[in-house]
């Protein structure tokens, strides 16, 4: 974590921030997020339940943006905790992810890889996702 913050750094115009760290500290994530306006810090787990600490928002992604699919997912920690999914996920098998997540609580998902085309956007993509999830 860089405690070396740049003065004037204002993150306010977001509500997230993801910090990609192999072993995420989550008092500093809140405690930068604080300097830098307060916006929700989100750390990276790879392990099959989501961290107790409710500091920040969790994402699991074993795949540490490689875009590998998991064998299992972990469960919702339950309640109100938002919490992200991500991992090979794309417009072939979202539904089926979501269906394995079976969430009980706010989510979201995360996908990079998945919706791009020769390392772009593809909006057609994006858009398979949704039509997928709105079935």
């Known amino acids: 974590m860089n405690t070396n913050t740049p003065t004037g750094l204002n993150l306010t115009p977001f509500r997230r921030v993801q910090v990609n760290h192999p072993s995420p500290d989550a008092g500093a994530i809140a405690r930068e997020m604080e300097e830098w306006g307060r916006p929700r810090g989100v750390a990276q787990t790879r392990d099959l339940e989501f961290?107790?600490?409710?500091?920040?928002?969790?994402?699991?992604?074993?795949?540490?943006?490689?875009?590998?699919?998991?064998?299992e997912w972990p469960q919702h920690p339950g309640g109100d905790r938002l919490v992200g999914y991500a991992g090979g996920i794309g417009p072939g098998?979202?539904?089926?992810?979501?269906?394995?997540?079976?969430?009980?609580?706010?989510?979201?998902?995360?996908?990079?890889?998945?919706?791009?085309?020769?390392?772009w956007l593809d909006l057609d993509k994006v858009e398979a996702v949704c039509r997928a999830f709105y079935r």
């Open 93 to 119: 098998n979202v539904g089926d992810v979501l269906r394995k997540i079976a969430a009980t609580g706010p989510y979201w998902i995360d996908m990079e890889s998945g919706v791009r085309t020769d390392d």
């Open 51 to 71: 961290p107790a600490s409710t500091m920040v928002d969790w994402l699991f992604d074993r795949s540490a943006g490689e875009g590998k699919a998991p064998e």
